[in-house]
Structures are given as C-alpha cells and as structure tokens.
Antibody
C-alpha cells in the first residue's frame, strides 16, 4: 500500500524553526517528485514546494522562498521541510504529496496523486 | 501566476441528483505535449485531499464512474451523475501546467440536503 506519513509538527514561537519529515512506503521514492502543500485553518490548499526525484529541480512558493528548504533522502525514503523564521501566517496543516512531473519545452509540469494525512504546525507566542 | 476560479463555492444536493462544478483558469492549460494539466481533488471532512480526475477527464484509480471531468483550454467542469452521501466535502481544481507555482481553486463545498 502506498503511504506517506508526516511528522515533526508542533507549536513554535514566531521567528522559530521546525523540521518536518515525510516517510514514504509502498513505492519507489526515486521514481517520483515530491511536494509540500499546506492548509491554513478553515482555508484552501496552498502549494509551497516541489523537489524532483534526483533533487535537480527545486521550486518554492513566493510566500516561503528564502525561509523554507525542501530536501529528500531517497536512501531513507524520506522527504523533509526545514522551516525557519516562522510567522503566524505559517500556521497550517502541512501535507506531503507524491508528484508525477514532466520536464521539457522549458517547463516543469505535473500533478500530485497521493497525499499523507498531514502534520499540524502552529506558530504562536 | 495562473488564477483558478471555481463556481459555485457551495452547493447542496439531494442524494441521487446530479451536481456540477465549474473551474476556469486565467491561462490555457493545454500544453504542446497534448496534455491538459487540470486536476480535480476531493477533501472529505477531516481527511487529506484525494485525486479524482487527472488531465481534465481521466478518472484516477478507484474513482467511481459517477465522477466525470470535461472541458478544454480554460473552462472545465466536474460532474457527479448521482450524488451519494459519501461525496460530501470540498472539491478543488488545480493547474499544473507550469511550476512554479501550482495553484488551486478556492474550493467548492458540497453538502447533502
């Protein structure tokens, strides 16, 4: 069974840091891109970052660029999100999601097919 | 960035009746590779999103046949032929034609009458 399990969420003060992890199982991680998507309380979905299978392509939403870093360890079947300089507006459920992407014609494009259950990050003093 | 606009934002449907959700994108989602990068997700209450439709009209594995997607270019529709109680939740359209960023519609909340 394909499964993604996020961990590492919690309560952190503004300006603090947190590292999220996502453990993948049931599929070959090296064959897929991976993503982080978040959902603020009562709000919609916001894509925040993607990383290609070999980490050659990494993308961020403007809202987190310069503060968050996505990485992966294929040998450990894991995805990570290092979050620094956290703000109240980063409060959300963070989902990792498996991606199928294509690169060509100068564009990187695709979608997410399997999602984890999410981990909750609360930024508050 | 490509803006995704869904209508309506909420709908209430009697079980057994059809439902339809519209999604419009600010740019064409048809790529020169022939694929249309429009996707539909359902987020059931208390759950993570699940993929229903990929490339505008293809049902993902295990998705019931009552769900169908259609459209092209910038105008897309998700239809449920006969709504069931388990279909409640929030439906999102998403574009993936050009990262970054991936963008989602605002979501459409479906409830059962």
């Amino acid at each position: 069974e394909v499964q993604l399990v996020e961990s590492g969420g919690g309560l952190v003060k503004p300006g603090g840091s947190l590292r999220l992890s996502c453990a993948a199982s049931g599929f070959t991680l090296t064959s897929y891109s991976m993503n982080w998507v978040r959902q603020a309380p009562g709000k919609g979905l916001e894509w925040i970052s993607s990383i290609s299978s070999s980490s050659s392509y990494i993308y961020y939403a403007d809202s987190v660029k310069g503060r968050f870093t996505i990485s992966r360890d294929n040998a450990k079947s894991s995805l990570y999100l290092q979050m620094n300089s956290l703000r109240a507006e980063d409060t959300a459920v963070y989902y990792c999601a498996r991606g199928t992407y294509y690169y060509g014609s100068g564009t990187y494009r695709g979608y997410m097919d399997v999602w984890g259950k999410g981990t909750t990050v609360t930024v508050s003093s | 960035d490509i803006v995704m606009t869904q209508t309506p934002l909420s709908l209430s449907v009697t079980p057994g009746q059809p439902a339809s959700i519209s999604c419009k994108s600010s740019q064409s989602l048809l790529h020169s590779d022939g694929k249309t990068y429009l996707y539909w997700y359902l987020q059931k209450p208390g759950q993570s999103p699940q993929l229903l439709i990929y490339e505008a009209s293809s049902r993902f594995y295990g998705v019931p046949e009552r769900f169908s997607g259609s459209g092209s270019g910038t105008d897309f529709t998700l239809k449920i032929s006969r709504v069931e109680a388990e279909d409640v939740g929030v439906y999102y359209c998403m574009q993936g034609i050009h990262l970054p960023p991936i963008t989602f519609g605002q979501g459409t909340r479906l409830e059962i009458k």
